[in-house]
């Protein structure tokens, strides 16, 4: 499910440019159409996949907890999806401009390297996050298998060197 629907980008952005990014015949979409644009709903889709994969990857959040986000948190999340959603459409277009553009991109970027590395949190709606806290595991034996190097099989042939097989 994308955290931004087509109501919050027109909200953050002019329905009028919107309109124009995801327009294929050179003709303005209405505002009226935008919610239901197929290619307004799968730029928005993209966006999420884009976020979903920056803390999953990072293992900071699982899709309960991001589905779980407090108002504020819930809020920039959108704000980070649809920033990337107008990204993307303007990539789409071929309208991207790398000076212009560029500031946001970077912003965006940071931001999710930011979510996936650990330094910005997300809160949870109703518990202190735990994002990124690290869970007590007991430790395992693990049985390393002797080596078998041309030393530890012939041990006649170096009889000064210990017999070690992690060498």
Do not use: W
Request: with cysteine; hydrophobic share 40%; net charge negative.
């Amino acid at each position: 499910m994308p955290y931004s629907t087509p109501s919050d980008m027109l909200q953050r952005y002019d329905a009028r440019l919107i309109g124009d990014l995801v327009s294929d015949n050179g003709v303005q979409v209405a505002a009226g159409d935008l919610p239901a644009n197929a290619v307004l709903l799968s730029v928005l889709e993209d966006a999420s996949a884009a976020i979903d994969a920056a803390v999953y990857v990072g293992n900071r959040y699982t899709p309960t907890q991001m589905s779980a986000l407090s108002t504020t948190a819930a809020a920039f999340v959108r704000r980070l999806a649809c920033d990337l959603g107008l990204i993307y459409l303007k990539r789409r277009r071929g309208r991207f401009d790398p000076e212009k553009d560029g500031a946001l991109l970077t912003e965006i970027n940071s931001t999710l390297d930011a979510l996936r590395d650990g330094k910005d949190l997300l809160l949870m709606s109703d518990t202190v996050s735990t994002a990124g806290t690290m869970e007590l595991v007991q430790p395992h034996l693990v049985r390393v298998p002797t080596r078998q190097t041309i030393r530890n099989r012939t041990q006649n042939y170096y009889p000064d060197s210990p017999n070690d097989a992690n060498r």
